[in-house]
């Protein structure tokens, strides 16, 4: 069958000027057999299985690359939440298995490995709470590890216990990362609802439903959806968005499934998801704030910001799920504020504001991702924002997630600056008054009624 | 096994001789040409090819190669791809 010169052409174009590209493909590996005695024996164990599992993985994702012509950003692995596979390690013992991650991480050849986890919606285990203690110590000391904790579902209700202690914990990781405007905090996710096929950073795991090894491939393409939008008249009504946005996503998806699969199939493995995920990088023309603008809105943040997000985020999953069999993840609209230029602009312009990211999380696909907050915010105030965000999560059946990081000595106005994907940010404005008696509380949030969903 | 299709790309400004050393570099690697095309739009000239790659001499990776340095001679960017992509992309 030939193609049109136009369809070729598409295809070039998307790839050569709208920055499409696979963005992770994520090697899920169980470490359900690697228990042990003691941390050392874990720590080896982990060691040899992540290297022998992965030891092909960045080689075949770069004859992919070449042979398709379409670049794969990063290559990753997610494993089995630590907390279950080292359950009844100490404290201090559990930096040995962090270390084996970082050093089996930067064999292979992968920027990232995320599974340094807890899965605490409902309690803690002695070992949950060790792993989540000794957080802090794990991401100032190593360069890859990526941490992520559950502390709400839909069906559990929200720890805030491991509410409370999440503001901590992140406070600290930021503080022991004051170097690099508190970078450790870039790397550790709290979930309401977390996915346990997520393919992205820094919040994938392999979760205990997995097999024993699966890829997960990550596709994104904010600037193609922008490029196509912008070729719409400007009287096009919102189908008509909606239908363009659709046909951009489904072909979009086409090339990372074939793209998993042929990955799948030359590493011995079998094919998980297809996350399908509008990821911006700081890059100028990849951004989501940028593609809400184009529908009219004079910046990202104005009233009608969420209607355009949801809009946005419903048609990018329609055009995906025809277009694979296996469509899972966190698949949606990623609305990082440190990696979408828009994003930062429409916060310096003053147009876009804490709340407002918040009301939009109830429609895209993730949460507050990659927000800067002033160094000297209370940790209670970061517990409470984590409560709202668990709250939304766990009342619209959906994953929400904090990925917030409070910037040593940095106040309102300040810029911190993560560098690379990471990008950079202005630090933004957090409501004064105190939530610290809520937050002491503890106990549990119970879990929300199925019924009467006004 | 039948053919093995790749699409090859060249864009940038025209001059003499483009097709004629793309083409050349594909008899020389033993490459059957299937199709051409070709626009020029405000002065940006866009050639693809598609090509039969199953007796090409050279491995597709250094094949790959050669054609982005000859490109880079031309002053033009050419890049070659396995047909799979633009199927799965274009075709349901």
Request: hydrophobic share 40%; with cysteine; aromatic share 4%.
């Amino acid at each position: 069958m030939g193609f049109a010169f136009e369809e070729i052409e598409e295809t070039i174009r998307m790839v050569q000027s709208e920055k499409l590209d696979i963005r992770t493909i994520t090697m899920g590996i169980s470490l359900r057999d690697c228990s042990g005695n003691n941390a050392d024996t874990i720590a080896e164990k982990i060691y040899d299985k992540i290297t022998r599992k992965a030891e092909n993985l960045v080689k075949v994702a770069e004859e992919l690359e070449s042979e398709f012509g379409i670049p794969i950003v990063n290559k990753r692995i997610s494993v089995t939440p630590i907390a279950i596979v080292a359950d009844n390690i100490e404290k201090d013992e559990f930096i040995k298995i962090a270390s084996s991650l970082d050093k089996a991480a930067k064999n292979v050849g992968i920027n990232f490995i995320g599974g340094y986890s807890a899965l605490v919606h409902k309690g803690f285990t002695d070992g949950d709470l060790n792993l989540i203690n000794s957080i802090p110590q794990v991401l100032s000391e190593t360069e890859r590890v990526c941490s992520s904790v559950n502390v709400a579902t839909t069906k559990a209700g929200i720890n805030m216990d491991a509410v409370a202690l999440m503001g901590k914990i992140i406070k600290d990781t930021a503080y022991r990362t004051k170097e690099n405007d508190g970078i450790g905090a870039a790397k550790l996710v709290v979930f309401c609802n977390a996915p346990e096929d997520n393919p992205f950073m820094a919040g994938a795991f392999h979760g205990v439903g997995e097999g024993e090894c699966v890829i997960n491939v990550g596709v994104s393409g904010p600037g193609v959806v922008l490029a196509a939008l912008s070729k719409l008249p400007k009287t096009a009504d919102f189908g008509q968005i909606s239908e363009t946005i659709k046909k951009t996503s489904f072909k979009i998806t086409r090339a990372g499934e074939l793209i998993g699969r042929l990955a799948a199939q030359r590493l011995n493995t079998s094919f998980g998801i297809l996350d399908l995920s509008l990821a911006p990088t700081p890059e100028i023309g990849d951004s989501i704030a940028n593609i809400l603008e184009s529908m009219g809105l004079s910046k990202c943040g104005s009233h009608g910001t969420t209607a355009a997000l949801a809009l946005l985020n419903d048609a990018v999953k329609k055009g995906g799920v025809m277009a694979s069999s296996y469509v899972g993840g966190l698949s949606g609209a990623f609305i990082p504020v440190s990696e979408d230029a828009g994003m930062i602009e429409a916060v310096e312009a003053g147009a876009l504001s804490i709340e407002k990211l918040e009301a939009m999380t109830c429609v895209c696909s993730v949460g507050l991702d990659m927000i800067a907050i002033p160094g000297d915010t209370p940790y209670e105030t970061i517990s409470a924002i984590i409560a709202d965000e668990m709250a939304i999560g766990m009342i619209n059946k959906k994953t929400t997630a904090v990925r917030i990081i409070p910037a040593p000595g940095k106040k309102e106005g300040d810029y911190v600056e993560f560098g690379g994907l990471l990008g950079h940010a202005p630090v933004m404005k957090v409501n004064s008054f105190s939530p610290k008696d809520f937050i002491e509380r503890g106990g549990r949030i119970p879990a929300p009624l199925h019924s009467l969903n006004n | 096994m039948s053919e093995q299709k790749a699409i090859i790309s060249v864009i940038g400004v025209d001059r003499v001789g483009i097709i004629y050393n793309v083409s050349k570099l594909l008899a020389e690697n033993n490459i059957n040409i299937l199709d051409i095309s070709q626009t020029i739009l405000k002065d940006i000239f866009t050639m693809i090819m598609i090509v039969d790659i199953k007796n090409s001499t050279n491995d597709f990776n250094i094949l790959k190669e050669e054609l982005k340095n000859l490109g880079e001679n031309l002053g033009v960017k050419i890049d070659i791809q396995k047909e799979d992509i633009f199927r799965a992309m274009h075709r349901l």
